[in-house]
């Protein structure tokens, strides 16, 4: 069992930065692909951006490409999405996940998720 725990949203003006956490416990050893997702009451789910664990290849979605970085430390179990030049679009509660598998932007096999943190941005 794999447990997340999300930190760093909060409350910005457009064009200004906050970087998310996500501490991963438990056995990890199956899920070799970490994400982040963000969701918007009575939307979908959507993927902002992924991450190999071993190969550390990066996938973004469109809309955070050249503003937002993923990356995880394997030596803290930690992920990580740095987000710069924010947008009031990128307003939206973020969740970490840990999969066993992804093709590109997309989530396969057993898969963990945090419980979320908010993120807002202001005009």
């Known amino acids: 069992q794999v447990q997340l725990v999300e930190s760093g949203g909060g409350s910005v003006q457009a064009g200004g930065s906050l970087r998310l956490s996500c501490v991963a416990s438990?056995?990890?050893?199956?899920?070799?692909?970490l994400g982040w997702f963000r969701q918007l009451p009575d939307k979908e789910r959507e993927a902002v951006a992924t991450i190999y664990k071993v190969s550390k290849l990066t996938f973004y979605a469109d809309s955070v490409k050249g503003r937002f970085t993923i990356s995880h430390d394997n030596t803290k179990n930690t992920l990580y999405l740095q987000m710069n030049s924010l947008k009031p679009d990128d307003t939206a509660m973020y969740y970490c996940a840990a999969a066993g598998a992804c093709v590109g932007l997309t989530v396969y096999g057993d898969q963990s998720w945090g419980q979320g943190t908010q993120v807002t941005v202001s005009s």
């Open positions: 438990g056995d990890s050893r199956s899920r070799s692909c």
